[in-house]
T-cell receptor, first 110, second 115 residues
Framework: GQGVEQPDNLMSVEGTFARVNCTYSTSGFNGLSWYQQREGHAPVFLSYVVLDGLKDSGHFSTFLSRSNGYSYLLLTELQIKDSASYLCAVSHPNYNVLYFGSGTKLTVEP | GPKVLQIPSHQIIDMGQMVTLNCDPVSNHLYFYWYKQILGQQMEFLVNFYNGKVMEKSKLFKDQFSVERPDGSYFTLKIQPTALEDSAVYFC?????????????FGKGTRLTVV
């Protein structure tokens, strides 16, 4: 089966940081993607990782540990507009099929 | 950037009727997908379509569901007959083919309400 788990909610403060965690247990692995989704909108691609370690993309950074089935998305210098749901998705080797977690709703407070 | 277009954005239909959801994928993409998201819940994979055929499908892709892309036009998801539990947002997506990962682009979704 395909198991991708995320916490439901996360709160943080403007100007600080937030770390969105994701654990997975899937029958195949061809990398892990992070998407941002606002209510009533399409998921927007943020980052893709397939190698272990930290990938720094400025406002967003992503970490992957394949041996632990774990990834996180780190958002720094938070702004109110970063409030959204963040979806973790494991890519299966067959045809790029994505298996999503339930998403973490991030609320950034002033 | 590349866009996946979905028509219509909302659809209300009586239970038992047929509905067709339309998707215009990114022009040079060859992998097509449908995902289902019930309000407030997880995005779930339904089906993948390539070279005129269903390549992968999940348990959610019931016998009442079918997909096609006739003559390179819209990629469609047809539900016949519809049931109340089919109410959800249906997202179409597309990507380039390849051995490795290629970015998957999503449309804005069609909100289907079965009454």
């Amino acid at each position: 089966g395909q198991g991708v788990e995320q916490p439901d909610n996360l709160m943080s403060v403007e100007g600080t940081f937030a770390r969105v965690n994701c654990t997975y247990s899937t029958s195949g692995f061809n990398g892990l993607s992070w998407y941002q989704q606002r209510e009533g909108h399409a998921p927007v691609f943020l980052s893709y990782v397939v190698l272990d370690g930290l990938k720094d993309s400025g406002h967003f950074s992503t970490f992957l540990s394949r041996s632990n089935g774990y990834s996180y998305l780190l958002l720094t210098e938070l702004q109110i507009k970063d409030s959204a749901s963040y979806l973790c998705a494991v890519s299966h080797p067959n045809y790029n099929v994505l298996y999503f977690g339930s998403g973490t709703k991030l609320t950034v407070e002033p | 950037g590349p866009k996946v277009l979905q028509i219509p954005s909302h659809q209300i239909i009586d239970m038992g009727q047929m509905v067709t959801l339309n998707c215009d994928p990114v022009s040079n993409h060859l992998y097509f997908y449908w995902y289902k998201q019930i309000l407030g819940q997880q995005m779930e994979f339904l089906v993948n379509f390539y070279n005129g055929k269903v390549m992968e499908k999940s348990k959610l892709f019931k016998d009442q569901f079918s997909v096609e892309r006739p003559d390179g036009s819209y990629f469609t998801l047809k539900i016949q007959p519809t049931a109340l539990e089919d109410s959800a947002v249906y997202f179409c997506a597309s990507s380039l083919p390849g051995q490795g990962y290629t970015e998957v682009f999503f449309g804005k979704g069609t909100r289907l309400t079965v009454v």
